[in-house]
């Protein structure tokens, strides 16, 4: 089945710093989604991407969709505490079956 | 404005017990789902509903039954539980974008103990 590589598996930074993170996959995605999981909670739509080479920003943080349909990336710049969480991208084949495909996540540790 | 509603929180079960976890929406969402989390393994899909009486399996459906009667609800159903099943269950439902896509809402999870 389809399944996505999302790295790094955790961070451990300083507040201020930036950060990348990515997710790859062997299959081709129409659309990649990213998510952040606080602590005890559900996860919670960050950054939706629809058409390749897209780049997307909502604050501190962009995303943008490979151009080979085939990967993404999320950047946050100049993190702070509240940032911590962990970090889950998600791809779909759109037209057939609605399932989203999630990578293990990448967890994220903020030093202040 | 509830978004999606999962009961209960925490569960504790004893092996061979069976239990409901309840999922309910008021977004009126045509698609939900059951996913499962566990460390180092993300999210693993157990069962989804593109709508009222239709329900299909996900990636680890075993042991986990679903049904689909209203719109608003989507309960997940442990037959008889295994220590295997302890997990974090979260359940999502989804409005359709404009370009088809799958945009899931997720609930605040329930945390389910088999000893």
């Known amino acids: 089945g389809q399944q996505l590589n999302q790295s790094p598996q955790s961070m451990f930074i300083q507040e201020g710093e930036d950060v990348s993170m990515n997710c790859t996959s062997s299959s081709i995605f129409n659309t990649w989604l990213w998510y952040k999981q606080d602590p005890g909670e559900g996860p919670v739509l960050l950054i939706a991407l629809y058409k390749a080479g897209e780049l997307t920003s909502n604050g501190r943080l962009t995303a943008q969709f490979g151009i080979t349909r085939k990967d993404s990336f999320l950047n946050i710049s100049a993190s702070i505490p509240s940032d911590v969480g962990i970090y889950f991208c998600?791809?779909?084949?759109?037209?057939?079956?609605?399932?989203?495909?999630f990578g293990k996540g990448t967890k994220l540790t903020v030093n202040p | 404005n509830a978004g999606v509603t999962q009961t209960p929180k925490f569960q504790v079960l004893k092996t061979g017990q069976s239990m409901t976890l309840q999922c309910a929406q008021d977004m009126n969402h045509e698609y939900m789902s059951w996913y499962r989390q566990d460390p180092g393994m993300g999210l693993r899909l157990i069962h989804y509903?593109?709508?009222?009486?239709?329900?299909d399996q996900g990636e680890v459906p075993n042991g986990y039954n679903v049904s689909r009667s209203t719109t608003e609800d989507f309960p997940l159903r442990l037959l008889s539980a295994a220590p295997s099943q302890t997990s974090v269950y979260f359940c999502a439902s989804s409005r359709k974008t404009g370009t088809g896509a799958n945009v899931l809402t997720f609930g605040a999870g329930s945390r389910l103990t088999v000893l």
């Open positions: 509903s593109v709508g009222a009486g239709i329900t």
């Open positions: 998600a791809g779909q084949v759109t037209g057939g079956s609605e399932k989203l495909v």
